[in-house]
Each structure stands twice: as structure tokens, then as C-alpha cells.
């Protein structure tokens, strides 16, 4: 139903836009076209009222994070992504494989009793296939059974399937049984074939990672989705990457949020002069907010774009801040993230969100409530 307050914005709007904008207020899907025209001509207020309808439809004021550590068990990997500063070749100088013990030492290094998840990713090492990933989360699993276990992108997956010679629902039901719980949305850049030959050759494609994602609902293994932009692509490959992964979401409901990852900039081959402003981070939030219509949550990744422009991203579409993180990933600060050691106490937390005016909920992995504040 179209909510008076709502409803102002529209006289300021082109005739294209004015449009959209009435459907969105009446609570109806925008198609692809429309989804175009909202990127190439909507204002940054216009899209921030109408990306905030639809969060407090869905979220009211809520905002979620939780208690996580993330733990990345080797910065060695066989691709050659040209966008990311993480990735070494086995013998280089800074590259890192922790075996499983020594990451279990480092969790109780890091672990206090309040974390209820651990987010594992790393690199896609040549010679760790699926036994090593589920002795892992076996060791993991009898240490902290209480603590949710959201691991491994499509991308390390598929290599472990491979690896193992296995289909891709081997691989998850015996990563299940083990003890994963849910996995995070990595690895999906841009869903578009000619330009992952530019940015990610020798990364699973498209269709695989839709696939897996699939294939894990299917198993009832959670996911989240994520959307790497601000590099070389341009706005149709932005909205495809979207509408294939809403069109997933109407069959299997298996995605829990939506990040989408500003690229940065430093130590990476893709070597782009300029990073995506404030303006368009804003207004591709709240895009993604309108579109994805089946999606729950809209994540801010706050150690990527910083905490400001994350509690200023609370006013366009985001109701999520994932977690507290305990200074415990590196993936971003090698890119030259704001954040060189992202954590944040549940206090800095609830204060951020609190200034923006929102309602700060403590949620366990899979969004149900463990605290509002
Ligand atoms: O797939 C790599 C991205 C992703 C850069 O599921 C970069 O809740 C920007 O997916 N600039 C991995 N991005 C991290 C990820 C993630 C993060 C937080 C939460 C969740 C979740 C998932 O990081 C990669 C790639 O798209 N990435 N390099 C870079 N230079
Ligand atoms: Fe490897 Fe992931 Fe970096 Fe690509 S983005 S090189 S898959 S660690």
C-alpha cells in the first residue's frame, strides 16, 4: 500500500522514474528495465526514501550484526583474480597455510565465550582437497559446539568437488555432516562470462556458483550473496548480476542477505587509478534494496567501506552490519581498506547504529534475535 509520506518524493521525479517509484511504493516487483533506468537516472535522496520504504516493510528499524570471528586458513590460492591483494603463490614471501591445529590454536587465542560464529574463507590451496576441510570442521565443531559455522565460497567448493572427484552435493552434504552450518556469498563478482575473462579467468563461472548456491538451499545450507562492482563493469551487467540471483532466490529462498563489495584499489593488478564514490555506494545499496525483492537483508560490510559510510548506508536499504570481527581478517586491508584493523565492540556497535536511529539487534547466524538494545 502507498504511504502518503512516501509519496512526495514523486514531484521530483522524471516521468520514467515517477513511475518506478509508484510501484515500488505499492509493494510491486521492478523489472530488469526498470532496475536500468533506476541506475542510470535516479537521484541519490530519491532512491535513499524509496530503498527505506521497502527496508521498513521488511526490517522496520532494525539493524543486525553479530559476535564473529573470521579465520582464514591460507592466503594460497591456484587463481589469479586481478582484483584482489590477498591471493600469494606457495613459497612466496607473505603467503600463509595454517594446518588445522594451528588454526584451532589461533581461535582460542581469539574466542571469547559471547562469538557465536565463525566466518571461514581463504584461498583456494592446490593440494587441500575435502578431507582436509572436514577434518576441520570436525576439530572445530567438538571444540565449540555451540558456535555456528559459516564457511567456504562456491569458489573453494567447487575445487574441493573437484579435487575430491565428487559431485557438488557430496562435497556439501559431507561438509554438513561435519559441521557446516551455512556458507557465505563470495566468489560471485559479476555474473558475466566475458567479463570474468578479464577479472577472474580461471575462476568458477557463472553457472557453477549459481549452482552450488542451489545445491546448498536444496541441502538446507543457508547462503548469503555477494556482487563485486565498481571495477570495469557497467550498469546491464550490474542489473543481470541481480536479476539472476533474484531469480534463484524465487525457487529456493536459500539466500539470507545481499552484500554488495565496493572494489578497492590498492596492491592489486586490476590497478584502477579511482575507487566508486560515497554517492554511488549509496546508490547502488539502495538499488539492490528495491530490486531484490526476495532477498531479507542488505548487508554493509563495514571493515570495506568504513564505519561512516556504513552507518550513513542504514538510511539506504542496509539493516545488517554482519559482526564485530575482532580485528580477524586481512582480506581487506591488503586492498586498502578503511578499516586497516577491522573490530568493533557491541558497544561501538549499538552506539553507531543508535546515532543513525535505528534499533541495534544482536542475531545469532540464520537472523533470529538474541538481544535488541
Ligand atoms: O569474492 C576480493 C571480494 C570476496 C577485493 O557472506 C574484494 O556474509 C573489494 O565474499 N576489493 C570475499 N572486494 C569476501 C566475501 C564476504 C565478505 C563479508 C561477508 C560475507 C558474507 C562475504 O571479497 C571475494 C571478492 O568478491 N574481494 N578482493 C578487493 N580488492
Ligand atoms: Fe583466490 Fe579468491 Fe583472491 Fe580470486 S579472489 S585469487 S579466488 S583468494
Redesign the pocket.
Given at each position: 500500500m502507498m504511504e502518503e509520506n512516501s509519496t512526495t518524493v514523486l514531484a521530483y521525479l522524471n516521468e520514467n522514474c515517477k513511475q518506478i517509484f509508484t510501484k515500488i511504493f505499492s509493494g510491486k516487483r521492478i523489472s530488469v528495465e526498470e532496475c536500468l533506468i533506476l541506475y542510470n537516472e535516479a537521484s541519490l535522496s530519491a532512491l535513499g526514501v524509496a530503498a527505506n520504504f521497502v527496508r521498513e516493510q521488511k526490517n522496520k528499524r532494525f539493524v543486525y550484526f553479530n559476535k564473529n570471528i573470521h579465520i582464514e586458513p591460507t592466503?594460497i590460492?591456484?587463481?589469479?583474480?586481478v582484483?584482489?591483494s590477498?591471493?600469494r603463490k606457495k613459497n612466496e614471501e607473505d603467503s600463509w597455510e595454517l594446518s588445522v591445529d594451528e588454526i584451532a590454536n589461533s581461535i582460542s587465542s581469539n574466542c571469547t565465550d559471547s562469538i557465536t560464529e565463525f566466518h571461514i574463507v581463504?584461498?583456494?590451496h592446490p593440494e587441500r582437497k575435502l578431507d582436509f576441510y572436514v577434518e576441520l570442521l570436525t576439530t572445530l565443531k567438538l571444540a565449540y559446539p555451540e558456535v555456528h559455522i559459516k564457511a567456504f565460497?562456491a569458489?573453494e567448493i567447487e575445487f574441493m568437488a573437484i579435487a575430491s572427484r565428487c559431485s557438488f552435493e557430496e562435497a556439501l552434504t559431507a561438509l554438513q555432516n561435519a559441521g557446516l552450518n551455512s556458507m557465505p556469498g563470495?566468489?560471485a563478482e559479476i555474473f558475466d562470462e566475458e567479463l570474468r575473462k578479464k577479472i577472474?579467468p580461471s575462476?568458477t563461472n557463472s553457472d557453477n556458483w549459481l549452482k552450488i548456491h542451489e545445491t546448498a538451499h536444496n541441502l538446507n545450507i543457508p547462503t548469503t550473496a555477494t556482487m563485486l562492482y565498481g571495477h570495469i563493469e557497467s550498469y546491464e551487467q550490474r542489473v543481470n548480476h541481480l536479476m539472476r540471483l533474484r531469480n534463484v532466490q524465487d525457487k529456493t529462498g536459500g539466500f539470507q542477505a545481499f552484500i554488495p563489495l565496493k572494489y578497492k584499489k590498492e596492491n592489486n593488478p586490476l590497478g584502477l587509478s579511482t575507487e566508486v564514490s560515497w554517492v554511488e555506494v549509496l546508490r547502488n545499496f539502495a538499488v539492490s534494496r528495491i530490486f531484490l525483492d526476495n532477498i531479507n537483508h542488505i548487508k554493509a560490510y563495514w571493515p570495506m567501506i568504513g564505519k561512516d559510510l556504513a552507518q550513513i548506508s542504514l538510511d539506504f536499504g542496509v539493516d545488517d552490519f554482519d559482526g564485530t570481527i575482532n580485528d580477524s581478517t586481512k582480506i581487506y586491508s591488503m586492498a586498502g581498506a578503511e578499516d586497516t584493523n577491522p573490530s568493533m565492540t557491541q558497544e561501538q556497535m549499538v552506539a553507531l547504529i543508535k546515532e543513525a536511529r535505528k534499533v541495534p539487534v544482536e542475531r545469532d547466524s540464520v537472523y533470529n534475535t538474541i538481544s535488541f538494545f
Open positions: 592466503n590460492c591456484i587463481h589469479n583474480c582484483f584482489c590477498y591471493a581463504g584461498g583456494v565460497t569458489v563470495g566468489g577472474c575462476k
